[in-house]
């Protein structure tokens, strides 16, 4: 593994850059951009059938005066992206604090001024709240906006795991069994040593669990997309996301190393509670969503135009 491309760029292409590039970063820093750019074209698209309304923008025309104009609300996604990013980042440290108390209480400040060291749903949520937060600032319909998201935040979530992969940060299986390996599967896809690993190799090797999701990622994805032009009311696609995503999750949770701790008597991880929690939430709003939308009211980009 590479925890740093600027490495995988000497190794292969002989070019030596003359600063690190860190794996985690750079897919991550690829899976915002993938994210924002499916989102801000799904916004058009909407936008131009009438599924959502404008929102107002100031600009300056050519002689320096500030005017008001109606756009599509993809005219935003460039703020809503550092709203979630902003968001997100504290959202990811909390949870990963809140995960790791034992070692917090020995080192916090380490801890939390740390390069490492985030947890996804902590991201999600934090994220989400401060979209959502943003959203209705500026009038954006926000079962629209996350409707419009849900796709591309399923992409980017199985792109940021390659960033994992790729880095060897400790988000991996637990040790695989050998004896297990099905004979028509590389040995890669089943079990991996990362020798190259940012926080050390493990003691064995383990299932790349990275891997794993990002296939189910990319394949989930691809439901979402083909689902995207969906009959019914909005905030049923992004439902529909919630449970793909805690499903996801809480399969993966089975043979992924991670910190358990009682709940009723029950053994169990931050992740498995949070992902139950959204399949929950995504059940409840499949139902409350399952209705055929009445037709259009809000007015077309067109008819505004003309």
């Known amino acids: 593994m590479y925890p740093r491309l600027s490495d995988l760029f000497k190794d292969l292409l002989g070019i030596e850059l003359p600063f690190p590039?860190?794996?985690?970063?750079?897919?991550?820093?690829?899976?915002?951009?993938?994210?924002?750019?499916?989102?801000?074209?799904?916004?058009?698209?909407?936008y131009r059938a009438g599924e959502i309304g404008p929102v107002r923008v100031r600009e300056k025309d050519e002689r320096g005066r500030v005017r008001t104009r109606q756009a599509s609300p993809a005219s935003l996604i460039g703020t809503m992206t550092l709203v979630a990013v902003g968001f997100g980042f504290v959202g990811a440290k909390i949870f990963h604090i809140l995960e790791n108390l034992d070692a917090?209480?020995?080192?916090?400040?380490?801890?939390?001024?740390?390069?490492?060291?985030?947890?996804?749903y902590g991201g999600l949520i934090f994220g989400a709240l401060g979209v959502i937060w943003y959203a209705r600032k500026k009038g954006i319909s926000v079962p629209v906006l996350a409707d419009a998201a849900a796709p591309g935040l399923m992409l980017a979530y199985g792109i940021g795991r390659i960033g994992c992969h790729l880095a060897g940060d400790g988000d991996w299986g637990i040790a695989a069994n050998l004896a297990a390996k099905p004979d028509w599967l590389p040995m890669w896809l089943w079990a991996e040593s990362y020798p190259k690993a940012i926080i050390g190799?493990?003691?064995?090797?383990?299932?790349?669990?990275?891997?794993?999701?990002?296939a189910m990622a990319a394949v989930l994805f691809g439901v979402l997309w083909a689902l995207r032009k969906h009959p019914y009311r909005p905030g049923w696609l992004f439902s529909l996301y919630l449970i793909f995503n805690g499903l996801e999750r809480f399969l993966i949770e089975q043979i992924r190393v991670n910190n358990r701790f009682d709940l009723l008597g029950l053994s169990v991880t931050q992740a498995e509670v949070i992902a139950v929690l959204l399949m929950v939430v995504g059940l409840v709003g499949l139902i409350r969503f399952w209705h055929r939308t009445e037709p259009a009211t809000v007015p077309t980009a067109e008819a505004q135009a003309g």
């Open 104 to 120: 917090f209480a020995l080192d916090p400040l380490g801890m939390i001024f740390s390069t490492g060291g985030f947890t996804f």
């Open 201 to 214: 190799p493990p003691p064995q090797p383990v299932y790349p669990t990275p891997l794993y999701e990002f």
């Open 21 to 46: 590039i860190y794996s985690f970063g750079a897919m991550v820093a690829l899976a915002v951009l993938a994210a924002t750019w499916l989102t801000a074209r799904e916004l058009d698209r909407r």
